[in-house]
């Protein structure tokens, strides 16, 4: 009865850690944008090594965590555990679509 529960624990864990991640990343772009007059950077490499020391890794993949600008704002984000990187697309309030990432947006 306790197996299919610990199945999906290192999945949880994973996607838990990969939020984590991208919420530090999230304050470190905010560290940057206050340094420089409100602009986001073009991509995570400019937040090193003044504000992290280096990009946190997607928990899913290993590599780097993903990042876009949007208008407004930007999304850091992992692939999540289709391990496709469906560029930041957020996951829906019903928690049966597929084809998603895990996201955290700054909408500003």
Request: positive net charge.
């Amino acid at each position: 009865m306790l197996l299919p529960a610990l199945s999906r624990a290192g999945t949880r864990f994973a996607t838990f850690e990969s939020r984590r991640r991208a919420a530090l990343t999230a304050i470190a772009v905010e560290q940057y944008r206050l340094v420089h007059d409100g602009r986001v950077p073009d991509n995570l490499d400019q937040l090193l090594p003044e504000f992290l020391s280096e990009i946190p890794k997607d928990p899913f993949d290993g590599q780097p965590l993903r990042f876009r600008v949007l208008r407004p704002g930007y999304v850091v984000y992992s692939i999540g555990c289709d391990r496709k990187d469906n560029e930041g697309k957020e996951r829906p309030a019903k928690r049966s679509a597929k084809d998603y990432d895990e996201t955290f947006f700054v909408e500003r």
